[in-house]
């Protein structure tokens, strides 16, 4: 049996299946793919985590059958199973059992986090099989090591795009919004409010990060400054609220996603829990002792795994982007979207799916980049707003 896809010619350029060039439009020159039996499209490393667990019911809510891959057997073949999928247990530092398992998928979805520790052997096995690369990290290191990779995966006919969930993606589609608003722009603000409990993943990475400090892009470059840094006063559609610096992925990705050379990220939180954060500043010597980190990170895995699906159905994700330039002028535009998790799971799947439909433009890319600053806009519930363009 063979599957026959229509792929666009700006997509991807590998083939591991046969691939035969069928005609060429203004539009751009369509392949015929034919994919061998038992190939598997999409794999979803880190399927039984948090964060997986909900990628892979969307992924089946749509109609696919990935197939499930992470360390440890005896929770895939729990999870797998039921579902009546395939599914691989692969160790991360096996590099030639994790090409096995990549030799004939299209993409793969990594959900195994924290990616400063995960993404490279992943992102090594794409290179080397042409698979594309997705992930759901929102770690401002490893969006600079994979960009810097870019090279490397336009000689392998590979697209890297990590960040495929709530960070980065509705943050960067927005970021490009107001950009393209304001092409003059040489400053950039974002800000989100956080939507409830963290998952025990997201707090892990949090954790392993914590003595980093602040992270701000000034001048282009990625610079350094104290942990809650600035403060300012912004109104996310819920009136004014306090936010603060933090050291969030878009400080990477939308410098690739805008050139805008100077960028904020801002949380929304109550004055009492900044004055904490300001704390944490004299302690951060205290983050740097593993046996500290190992410490805080036992106690958040004796912690629920993440929020519930009541609290993920209650929850809503709510953002703002400002561009402006010396002279004043700026273009602000907020957006709505579902809870972060339940919006990581969707826009993760609906990326995955612009990828076996054959977009996947080779080399790093960011989610506005691939895909245009309107791509979270096709996302059920999220909805954008212009404010001011002055
Ligand atoms: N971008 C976003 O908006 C977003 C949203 C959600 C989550 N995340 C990130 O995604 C990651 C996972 O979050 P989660 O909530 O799903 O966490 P989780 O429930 O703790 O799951 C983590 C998963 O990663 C696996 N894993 C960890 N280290 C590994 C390694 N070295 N090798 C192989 N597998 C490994 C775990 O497997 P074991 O059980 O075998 O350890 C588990 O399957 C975190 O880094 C989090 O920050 C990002």
């Known amino acids: 049996m063979s599957i026959i896809d229509r792929d666009h ?175 003059s722009a040489t400053h950039l603000a974002l800000a989100f409010a956080g939507s409830g409990r963290l998952s025990r993943g997201t707090a892990t990475t949090m954790i392993e990060n914590a003595d980093r400090g602040g992270l701000v892009r000034r001048d282009g470059v990625l610079t350094g400054v104290p942990t809650a840094w600035k403060t300012r006063t912004i109104d996310l559609g819920r009136g004014p609220m ?53 410490a805080l990170v036992a106690r958040v895995r004796r912690g629920q795994p993440g929020p519930s699906p009541a609290q993920r159905h209650r929850g809503e994700s709510v953002l703002w982007a400002e561009a402006s330039e010396p002279g004043g002028r700026r273009a602000v535009a907020r957006l709505r979207a579902p809870e972060g998790y339940t919006l990581t799971a969707l826009t993760a799947v609906a990326i995955a799916r612009r990828v076996l439909e054959g977009q996947a433009p080779v080399g790093f890319q960011t989610p506005s980049l691939a895909y245009g600053p309107d791509f979270i806009l096709s996302i059920r519930g999220v909805a954008r707003e212009d404010l001011a363009n002055t």
């Not at 015929?32 to 667990?53: A, K």
């Not at 089946?60 to 929770?75: F, M």
């Not at 895939?76 to 579902?83: N, Y």
């Not at 933090?246 to 805008?258: C, K, M, N, R, Y």
């Open 9 to 183: 010619v700006q997509s991807s350029q590998r083939s591991h299946a046969t691939r035969t060039r069928a005609s060429s439009a203004s539009s751009g020159a369509v392949f015929v793919t034919i994919r061998r039996e038992g190939e598997t499209p999409l794999v979803i490393y880190g399927s039984y985590g948090y964060t997986g667990q909900l990628i892979v019911e969307q992924a089946l809510s749509v109609g696919w059958r990935p197939v499930l891959a992470g360390r440890d057997a005896v929770q895939l073949r729990a999870q797998a199973e039921p579902l009546g999928l395939r599914w691989e247990a692969v160790a991360l530092d096996d590099a030639d059992a994790l090409e096995e398992l990549l030799r004939h998928a299209r993409v793969v979805l990594h959900c195994a986090g924290p990616f400063s520790r995960t993404s490279r052997p992943m992102a090594d096995a794409c290179l080397a099989t042409g698979t594309h690369y997705l992930d759901i990290t929102g770690e401002a290191a490893v969006f600079e090591t994979l960009a810097a990779r870019d090279a490397d995966a336009k000689r392998a006919g590979v697209m890297l795009l990590p960040g495929v969930g709530f960070d980065v993606v509705p943050s960067d589609c927005l970021a490009a919004h107001v950009a393209r608003r304001l092409p």
């Open 242 to 294: 306090t936010a603060v610096t933090i050291p969030w992925g878009d400080v990477a990705t939308a410098f690739h996603s805008t050139g805008i050379p100077n960028i904020e990220v801002y949380l929304a939180l109550p004055p009492a829990r900044i004055r904490a954060l300001r704390l944490t500043r004299h302690i951060s010597w205290l983050l740097r002792i593993p046996a500290v980190k190992r």
